[in-house]
């Protein structure tokens, strides 16, 4: 079992800049692969970014160059740094731990994560 916690959500204008921090217990972290989702409203939740075990990163095209996933093993954290923030990227922000090892591609729908958090609310205002 891994619980997560997301903070950092909030209100920002566009342009701005948002970190957003999960932090995880249970299962030992550094043995799960991370990564953030979004919601918006009547929208399907959509994938933003992971990070693996191996430290490789990858992201949804649309926020590719704006944000970056990073985590600190020794905190049992994982961030997302979201810079250039337009409206567009107004939704809930989730955290998601993978524990599946071997994948043999990278999981960027939500059914290929079996833990969640609940979610931290992002608005980006024009």
């Known amino acids: 079992q891994v619980q997560l916690v997301e903070s950092g959500g909030g209100l920002v204008q566009a342009g ?3 970190r957003l921090s999960c932090a995880a217990s249970g ?4 043995s ?16 933003v970014a992971t990070i693996r075990l191996s430290g490789r990163t990858y992201y949804a095209d649309s ?17 997302l740094q979201m810079t ?11 955290c998601a731990a993978d524990a599946v090892l ?14 969640w958090g609940q979610g931290t609310q992002v ?4």
């Not at 299962?27 to 550094?30: A, G, L, V």
């Not at 926020?63 to 961030?79: E, H, L, M, P, Q």
């Not at 608005?123 to 024009?126: A, G, R, Y």
């Open 32 to 47: 799960v692969a991370m990564a953030w989702f979004r919601q918006a409203p009547g929208k399907e939740r959509e994938f």
């Open 102 to 115: 071997g994948r043999l591609r990278v999981p960027i729908l939500p059914h290929e994560y079996a833990y």
């Open 84 to 94: 250039s923030l337009n409206p567009e990227d107004t939704a809930v922000y989730y």
């Open 27 to 30: 299962r030992t972290f550094s």
């Open 16 to 18: 701005g800049s948002l």
């Open 123 to 126: 608005t980006v205002s024009s």
């Open 63 to 79: 926020v590719k160059g704006r944000f970056t996933i990073s985590r600190d093993n020794a905190k049992n954290t994982v961030y």
